[in-house]
């Protein structure tokens, strides 16, 4: 089976979608391994790494594409990329399937298995593949970095004969995955960590790393069975606001990470709130580029909004791209290996697998995924 690596092409991304170590375990599994020149640039390796370890370079992108049985990446495919793929090419990468429709269109019309990275459900037995958990997870320690480097204080008490410095507060909004490594960060930094979530299950996990949990009550919230948080009514967000107002007015440093899966962000962070709290204070919003948790957060922009800095940067595993790239490149080799056959020496399609009919949206034609059906009926 020949896979092909294609050089990431987005501005500014230093990731790259598989490692010299992952090209030499899909070398040693039979894998016919071709790159494009350069592809591991952003993250320091040459090309003659990928070679020493089985894999050939093609300087030419649209051979690339047209002779590739899979495709191993990291963004979306442009659209006229698709049209260069083979019928039955199996491509993978984080695709956006709720959102991107016209490309899901063009990958069904193409004939392309297109296995997208942000569906892959969150099992125990797919923890290895979980790419928005290794990502998630980094960009919970960048925020943290993010926040410290524009803070005009530092985050650890300090008792000094200058004098006593208090520690800085720190409230963070979501304790997710990249939530909890905020928190964990901001607590080895020698902050007072607070946060909140609307999954009661969270609050124990929150207090066994040091910090504290904010109590709200807003009734019914609960999680989806794949252990997603439900949408909260606007009664509910009307609560929550409320409830954090005095708290983020406190706060030297607020770090949002709200996410309903398959939904825009809730904003949780009224623009009033911003003004309230101190000048020199710091917010960061994970959620800028997807439309915010924070009213006048800016995507991928730093703004000052009443002497507070507001951070929205995006792609912020991006900024350790090293170690982004190993976590991303893991998961992507952990989802090849688990479906690959030994004796063809190929990735097998298997609609009874536990984990691939989840993450397949397009297959022979059809738009195999039954979540991704739906949005494209206008049912979800
Ligand atoms: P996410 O990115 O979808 O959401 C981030 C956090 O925002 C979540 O904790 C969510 O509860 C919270 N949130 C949503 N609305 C909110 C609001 N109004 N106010 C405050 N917080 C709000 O979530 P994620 O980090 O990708 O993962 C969520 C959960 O999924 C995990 O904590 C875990 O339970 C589960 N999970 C399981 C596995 C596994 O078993 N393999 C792997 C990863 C995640």
Known sequence: MRIAIPKETHLGENRVPITPDTAKKLCRMGADLVIEPGMGEGSGYTDAEYTEVGATVCSDRNELFSTADMLLRLRKPEMEEIGLMKSGCIHISYLDPFN????????????????????????????????????????????????????????????????????????????????????????????????????????????????????????????????YAKELTPEQIQIQRDAQKSFIAESDVLITTAQVFGRKPPVIVTRDMVEGMAPGSVVVDMAAETGGNVEGSVPNETVVINGVTVIGQGNLSNEVSCDASQMYSSNLFSLVEDSWDEESKAFVIDFEHDILPGCIITHGGEVTNETIKKVLAGES
Do not use: C, W
């Not at 490594?181 to 996990?205: M, N, S, Y």
């Open 100 to 227: 991107e429709h016209e490309l899901v269109e063009a990958l069904r019309k193409q004939g392309v298995t297109a296995i997208s990275m942000e569906m892959i459900p969150r099992t125990t037995r797919s923890q290895k593949m979980d790419a928005l958990s290794s990502q998630a997870n980094l960009a919970g320690y960048v925020m943290v970095m993010l926040a410290a480097a524009k803070l005009p204080r530092i985050f650890p008490m300090m008792m000094t004969p200058a004098g006593t410095l208090k520690p800085a507060k720190v409230f963070i909004i979501g304790a997710g995955v990249a939530g909890l490594q905020a928190i964990a960060t901001a607590k080895r930094l020698g902050a007072k960590v607070t946060a909140f979530d609307t999954r009661p299950v969270v609050a124990e996990q929150v207090r066994s790393l040091g910090a504290s949990f904010l109590e709200i009550d807003l009734g019914d919230t609960g999680e989806t069975s794949g252990g």
